[in-house]
């Protein structure tokens, strides 16, 4: 077990290092009266939107833990090494502390991102390292806690049940079987409290931002983020409650889903090493590599350091490639160590995937430089009117998805063929998971890149609405740090979204290698219904996302009307009297009710219809073709992921573009241009926000449900 101790002391002590950086956090200046007054107002609505979701989430783990445990001890065949009762008790738990664990990663998060932007608001006065260095080990505790909690929060209780069970000296296969299948319980925790904080996050979010810009900046020709704006305290509110906790959610659940594929794949690993030895240490190198990941992330946040002339950018990208270069070398000492001479084949496998997802990031970001033609052409529309500028943006996005697939595809291909050729049973399993945690590996610094375009943003947007508090050099810094964050968000969202897809893929993958052989038949109709049916359930929860968001924008800007409608206007702009004080808590009260509406039907959904047609699959087929249900199922996966993914690269590119061009417009004087780069920034921030994320999550969810359900019906 010494790999096990080993992993856990490593998560530990990430843990431990996150806990310190926050600690550092807290020890900076975090500004004035004025700034802590507006900072305090921030985070009362954030404690209030964090309450309401929270009640949320119990309600409905409460709920699913209740229907799991009843499944469970009536359905769970009763001749195992757990009684069913057992069985499930460890399975409700596991559910519940998924979620608990999901939630308090978005409460950290939240809390974290508010923090953070009031320090580097006062630390950009002086200059724009100490800045830099506050706003990416803010993010870097984000990033370190959703690694190691999504280990130690499963490890914990799969420990105790060993150690309870007697099975830490040599473990049966049978008794290793049974704590495995704890893990996809856990999963589903806490994808459950992922689609609460995601879904009510984001509507909260796009609806605020969009009402912030049309009705301040377009309606009532008010400076972006003019106090004055009944929206912008809740548009501030919307940067933490839907990007920084969304993020580290979207991290902590593709964590979550990799160490499912780890632990299934684990199982059948066990039970081969009768034969073959060297298959035992093989189940764990993709969580040593994982927790390796961590210790590198850790010093690829802490050389993130630049000067006052310097490219902010390239400090971040500097990161990014200490990280990875560090990470590479663990992988090849872990995979020497616990594989021999076998370890070539899973070293380039880790390569592949760790080079595929970074090119795609970064191809992103190239996409958006002004001098190439996507950006260019959207621009160049804006003189033309919205419509021609929102199709040359979803053209754009369109058109950005051909490459990330062909890249990410031509490195699964790859892993696959490396693990064949690796002469171990299951290799061609195994490889593509190490492809895939060797991506996640990196998904610790990746949330703090995502992480600290929003604190820059926020920061920004704090020190329009106190112009007191800060200096001209501040405003300058904390711009030139906006502008950085927003690379670096455009690299960290198609990062998280390449993972996701493939842990779910890869979790997808592992069951059916377990329960029916590696082979699915595409060609049987059953099965590839199933997989059109599982990008139908993820397109339609996507678009459910975008409603919700355009419907909180127009009560908002209904509200930003009936605000403002008693001022008189002169060349179009309102003449607001200097007194004046919006009604700001309006603002945030609309936004956080069109959150929460119709969240809990939304999420039931998403959860009842993979589980209903597991059920009606296992009914049709379970005497004729048992095998085939696995099969459907995993098709179900694999196809809306494949597709999922390519469609959610297209509007994240779509969206980078269209919030490109509305910066590159940012100080242009009023008139149709203004307008329509507005237009683009308001759809923009619906597809990005609310409907992206959200296709992608739904799919893990139908995953994460899929694989509980089947445990008990198909084992």
Known sequence: MTQFGLILAIETSGLVFAVLLARWLLRHDSGGGEVRRLGGAIGRAIDAFLREEGRAIALLAGGLAAVSFGAHAALTPSEGVLSRIEVAFWAALALGLGAASTALVARIATKTALASALRVLHAARDNTDRALAIAIRSGGVLGLLTEAASVIALGLPMTLLLAMKGGFGSPSPELTAAVMSLAPGFALGSVVAALVVQRAGAIFHSGSDVAADLGGERGAGLPHDDAQNPVVVADLVGDHVGHAA????????????????????????????ATDPRLAPLAFLPLVVRALGLLACGVGIMVVRTEEARDVSAALWRGQATASAILLGGLVGAASWLLGESAANFVWAGVAGLLAVSVVAHATRARLDKRLLPLREVVEALKFGDATTLVHGLGAGLGASWLPMLVLGTALVAAHQLGLSSGLAHGSVVAPIVALTTALAVTPFMVALGSFGPMADAARGIASMTPGAGTADGQRRTAR????????????????????????????????QVRAGATVDLMHPAVLWCGGLGLGLGLAYAASGAHGGARSAQSLLAEVKLQLRAFPRERGKLRLPAEFTPSYKACIELASRAGFRHLIAAVLVVLAAPVGLTIALWLTYRHDAPALVSQALTAFVLIAAITGLGMALALDAARMTLSAARRVHRQTP????????????AVADIIGTASAPALLLSIQAATAAILVTTSFLLS
């Open 670 to 681: 009023d008139g149709a241009e203004l307008e329509a780069a507005l237009t683009g920034d």
């Open 481 to 512: 740090l906006d502008d950085a964050g927003f690379f670096a968000r455009a690299v960290s969202q198609s990062h998280l979204s390449c993972v996701a897809a493939w842990s779910a893929m890869l979790a997808a993958a592992a069951a059916v």
């Open 246 to 273: 969304a993020r580290a959610v979207s991290a902590f659940v593709s964590a979550c889903l990799g160490n499912v594929a780890a632990a299934l794949i684990a199982v059948a690993l066990v039970e081969a090493s």
